[in-house]
């Protein structure tokens, strides 16, 4: 059986993620969309929208890290409107460390992300190490 192709999509959203291919995730992300991030007290906690305010989170988070940040794609299910894409997000800030399962839910709407909301494993742990 093959992959949806919205699963294929956001395996490239994540190889475009590794490779910091801007383009690559502008070019899969609609221009109104919005990645929500958990937390109350960590400095990406929030809503981030558009191209803009979603480019500028992912790069807070390499900022933040010092470039350590990585993420390790597990899986990604999908079908014409939803995608989930299981991974780990690994990372270092001084003397903490960040190792933690974690899940986007993202709705599609002709093939690109619209809206992205993240869940974690940890809630309290991630936002500490992102405070």
Known sequence: ???????????????????????AIRGALAEDAVWHFPGRAGLLAGSHAGHAGIL???????????????????DVLANEAHAVAFFRGRGRRGDRELDNPTCLKIR????????????????????????
């Open 1 to 23: 059986m093959s992959e949806h192709p919205n699963a294929a999509r956001i395996r490239g959203l994540f190889a475009a993620f590794r490779a910091r291919d801007v383009e």
């Open 56 to 74: 500028g989170f992912l790069a807070r988070v390499g900022e933040l890290t010092g470039g350590t940040f990585e993420l390790e794609l597990e």
């Open 108 to 131: 599609l709407e002709a093939g690109r992300a619209v809206e992205i909301w993240e869940f974690v494993w940890d809630l309290e742990e991630v936002d500490r190490f992102w405070s």
